[in-house]
């Protein structure tokens, strides 16, 4: 499987359908000298570009938009834009991304732009109440929109251990670790309904979303680490049934558990993509022409270089009880 961008490096693929057209809103890769860590410092990304197609046979252009936000262009950023998504309402379309912010701390800010492609004007705060990173939007059929975001490690969610609001974090993330030990929890991402501005979230705030173990009924333990939610929160309807995919992390599986309602609980369903070349993997699914596709990431251009990483595209199925398979049902 070739990747689907070549002339730079490209991950955290969020993919998109607008207007009958497939766009893709990735993080942006580039080379640095900074050593391998769990803060994930090397992974130093300034800006971001948008992609589009209109057909994901192999013969398809890629079109690369250029750029359309700069981490100089937004007053409340330090550095590191890391995996952004995008989400269109009101003729409008929103651009969420993670950054850190002058005190280090990751938040969530949100850039708005007239046409899929940009140019995004940043507003000059993160929204408020925000914190950690992977921002997934998800606008549901009732036309509601939520947002989904967290990571572990680098991603400081862990720093949030006494609750769940900005205002929790206890300031120790560089010695933050996530739970571990008989009967400890796994920490869950979280969801917030957005407003109906689409740059703030919604009355009822931020809530951890539950992921269930389909034995017990009961959420995953945090020594799970082959189903546990690390980060790249995503969420996909298909029918009745809202699917919540997410990264394992340190046991790099992409998994996905299913519930009934966009915020859960969700129980655990299976795996959706074994590890790849590369730390991470983070990844978007999306129906487009009337297929299902699988937009994830790895380092097979680089040679393996952890925070050079490339985005590619696989066509995914369900079978007769809608859970994800890699072959087409017969």
Not at 3 to 28: C, K, N, Q, W
Not at 166 to 179: I, L, T
Not at 241 to 252: A, E, L, N, Q
Request: net charge negative.
């Amino acid at each position: 499987m070739a990747p689907l961008i070549t002339h730079l490096y490209t991950a955290d693929p969020s993919a998109h359908v607008f207007e009958g057209r497939l766009y893709i809103y990735p993080s942006h890769d580039r080379e640095t000298d900074i050593a391998f860590n769990d803060n994930g410092d090397q992974y130093d990304m300034a800006d971001y570009h948008v992609f589009s197609t209109s057909s994901l046979d192999p013969s398809a252009p890629v079109v690369d938009h250029g750029v359309v936000l700069r981490a100089e262009d937004i007053p409340w950023v330090s550095k590191q834009l890391w995996a952004p998504d995008a989400a269109c309402k009101n003729g409008l379309y929103y651009l969420y991304f993670p950054a850190r912010d002058h005190a280090g701390v990751f938040r969530i800010g949100v850039a708005v732009g007239n046409s899929p492609t940009g140019p995004f004007a940043a507003d000059p705060d993160p929204i408020p109440g925000s914190y950690s990173i992977d921002p997934a939007a998800f606008v549901d059929a009732d036309g509601e929109a939520y947002l989904y975001f967290g990571g572990l490690w680098g991603g400081q969610l862990q720093c949030y251990q006494g609750g769940l609001g900005a205002d929790a974090f206890d300031g120790g993330w560089q010695g933050a670790r996530e739970p571990t030990g008989p009967g400890a929890v796994a920490m869950g991402p979280r969801v917030a309904r957005l407003a109906g501005d689409m740059r703030n979230f919604a009355g009822e705030g931020v809530r951890e979303v539950e992921i269930l173990a389909p034995e017990t009924g009961e959420r995953l333990a945090a020594d799970d680490h082959p189903r546990r939610f690390f980060e790249a929160a995503w969420m996909h309807r298909r029918g009745d049934t809202y699917y919540f995919s997410y990264s394992t992390g340190d046991t790099h599986y992409l998994c996905y558990a299913t519930g009934s309602s966009p915020y859960g609980p969700f129980t655990y369903a299976g795996r959706i993509l074994e590890p790849v070349l590369g730390w991470t993997t983070h990844h978007s699914i999306v129906e487009f022409q009337g297929r299902w596709w699988l937009f994830h990431h790895d380092c097979e251009l680089s040679g393996g270089v952890n925070h050079l990483r490339s985005v590619k595209v696989k066509e995914i199925f369900y079978d007769a009880d809608g859970k994800i398979v890699s072959e087409k049902p017969e």
